[in-house]
């Protein structure tokens, strides 16, 4: 079992929908989650951080946090074609120095 | 700087040749990361550096995979002899050491070993 786990899709949704993006991690005692939007050929980029239970919202993106399930799951409402990207879930593991374990990414495609 | 610079953007090595990839963290930011991503995967843990101390080093995938911090900002991986199977985008990353410990990624170096 790898130690973050998301759906490699791909996820398509039309223009206008939310799109959901789900992530599981395996180590319980994992603090900090992060998720990256990235575009092909270019690098990843921050686009949240969840450090508690529940819900963190900005702009069209909400990440949800369930540490009980160990999930993880970005919203993105009011999807764009400009959002079309692959989304990496990322977690700092306990036991870790600082370092981040990315998941292998979700490729999500808005359609116009 | 603004964000966190690499150098060089692409390289191309033949078999057996050494290569040095070079990376500017964000200005303060005194950790820095190395990841190794391979086409369509999410990036693999290389090694950190606090200030000019490699605190962990367990993800470097041969001892061919050599990385300095020597004054604390600037940060070189080294490969020797590449292997085809070094072909990978390399990546850097940068963050603060205290408060929250978001990190933020270098544009990468493609290196394709021929």
């Known amino acids: 079992q790898k130690e973050v786990e998301q759906n490699s899709g791909p996820l398509s949704v039309p223009e206008g929908a939310i799109a959901s993006l789900n992530c599981t991690y395996s180590?319980?005692?994992?603090?900090?989650f992060f998720w990256y939007r990235q575009y092909s050929g270019k690098s990843p980029e921050l686009i949240m951080s969840?450090?508690?239970?529940g819900d963190k919202e900005d702009g069209r993106f909400t990440a949800q946090l369930n540490k009980a399930s160990q999930y993880v799951s970005l919203l993105i409402r009011d999807s764009q074609p400009s959002d079309s990207a692959t989304y990496l879930c990322?977690?700092?593991?306990?036991?870790?120095?600082?370092?981040?374990?990315f998941g292998s990414g979700t490729q999500l495609t808005v359609l116009p | 700087g603004a964000g966190v610079s690499q150098s060089p953007r692409y390289k191309v090595a033949k078999r057996g040749q050494d290569v040095a990839l070079r990376c500017d963290p964000i200005?303060?930011?005194?950790?820095l990361f190395w990841y190794q991503q391979a086409l369509g995967q999410g990036p693999e843990f290389l090694t950190y550096?606090?200030?000019?101390?490699?605190?962990?080093k367990s993800g470097l995938p041969s001892d061919r995979f050599f990385a300095e911090r020597p004054e604390g900002s600037v940060s070189t991986l080294k490969i020797q002899r590449t292997q085809q199977e070094d072909s990978a985008v390399y990546l850097c990353?940068?963050?603060?050491?205290?408060?929250?410990?978001?990190?933020?990624f270098g544009q990468g170096t493609r290196l394709t070993v021929v």
């Open positions: 990353a940068s963050s603060l050491l205290t408060g929250n410990t978001e990190a933020f």
């Open positions: 550096f606090q200030n000019e101390a490699q605190l962990d």
């Open positions: 200005s303060g930011h005194v950790s």
């Open positions: 990322a977690a700092q593991l306990s036991g870790s120095a600082r370092q981040l374990t």
């Open positions: 180590d319980r005692g994992s603090q900090s």
């Open positions: 969840i450090y508690s239970n």
